[in-house]
């Protein structure tokens, strides 16, 4: 079973930084695609960032992910937050639970929401 756990957001000033953290089990991490998505009320879900392996840091702008494969853990690190950023931000793996029978599956975490607002 696929657990994909997200951390860290909350209410946050304009112009503030933000650290979410999303802890995976069940899937071959160093092998999955991981991204940070964000659907703000009365709006779809958006991509932020994507991260394959074997590469351990993108920047997206104000965003930046990264990874740990030891940790089996992704990171999403968000600065200079606008009100614009609220959102609830949504933890995304795609991957296989096996080796033996290797297949790319979607899997989603509950999601975290990020408040800005002064």
């Known amino acids: 079973q696929v657990q994909l756990v997200e951390s860290g957001g909350g209410l946050v000033q304009p112009g503030g930084s933000l650290r979410l953290s999303c802890a995976a089990s069940?899937?071959?991490?160093?092998?999955?695609?991981m991204g940070w998505y964000r659907q703000a009320p009365g709006k779809q879900r958006e991509l932020i960032a994507s991260?394959?392996?074997g590469v351990t840091t993108n920047y997206a702008g104000r965003f930046t992910i990264s990874r740990d494969n030891v940790k089996n853990t992704v990171y999403l690190q968000m600065n200079n937050l606008k009100s614009e950023d609220t959102a609830v931000y949504f933890c995304?793996?795609?991957?296989?639970?096996?080796?033996?029978?290797?297949?790319?599956?979607?899997?989603w975490g509950q999601g975290t929401q990020v408040t800005v607002s002064s």
């Open positions: 069940g899937i071959i991490f160093s092998r999955a695609t």
């Open positions: 991260i394959t392996s």
């Open positions: 995304n793996a795609k991957g296989s639970t096996t080796w033996a029978n290797y297949r790319i599956n979607d899997y």
